[in-house]
């Protein structure tokens, strides 16, 4: 009959589509990681006024505990995430000639989750930033105290 599908032109039509939304999911990711980050941004240069959120962040960024951190992690799992599906797609073509082993876990490991740590460079070039911010503080801070010393009436 016209206008009915094979179940092979099915098949097509639904990989097509499946194709198409996970391209459009990968987009809304992306889009949403960027917005995220244009937040994250502004948050932390406001939070920067008070002394005590730049002692937590410079605390953060040399424990490499923080955002970048984060980033890090979330693309090591993205990069994990493909080596582990063309790990299992490897292991299910070769199941599938019955090639597997007793000992097919040892011969062909599966991938490794890697996260690349921040050295101590780094890390104290991230937090250059704060302590200058809190040294300002104290300048400031000093400086308002002695001030006031100064016009203090001692009669």
């Known amino acids: 009959r016209a206008g009915t599908l094979t179940e092979e032109d099915r098949q097509r039509q639904q990989e097509v589509l499946r194709a198409k939304a996970e ?13 995220l980050g244009v ?7 406001l939070a920067r006024l008070s002394p005590a ?20 992690v979330h693309e090591g799992f993205k990069r994990y995430r493909t080596q582990f ?26 991938p490794e989750l ?13 937090v250059v ?11 400031i801070l000093f400086a308002a105290a002695y001030v006031r010393f100064l016009r203090y009436d001692v009669r």
């Not at 599906?85 to 007793?102: I, M, W």
């Not at 930033?129 to 300048?139: H, N, S, T, Y």
Request: hydrophobic fraction near 45%; charged fraction near 25%.
């Open 23 to 35: 391209e459009e999911r990968l987009r809304l990711d992306e889009a949403y990681l960027a917005e």
């Open 114 to 126: 890697v996260v690349a740590k921040a050295d101590l460079e780094t890390s104290l070039d991230a």
């Open 53 to 72: 959120s730049c002692l937590t962040f410079g605390a953060v960024n040399l424990a490499d505990t923080g955002l970048a951190h984060y980033k890090a």
């Open 85 to 110: 599906a063309e790990y299992a797609g490897r292991l299910k073509r070769e199941a599938g000639d019955d090639r597997l082993t007793g000992d097919w876990a040892i011969q062909n490991p599966p």
């Open 39 to 45: 937040q994250v941004q502004t948050s932390t240069l």
């Open 129 to 139: 930033i704060d302590v200058c911010i809190l040294a300002l503080w104290q300048v």
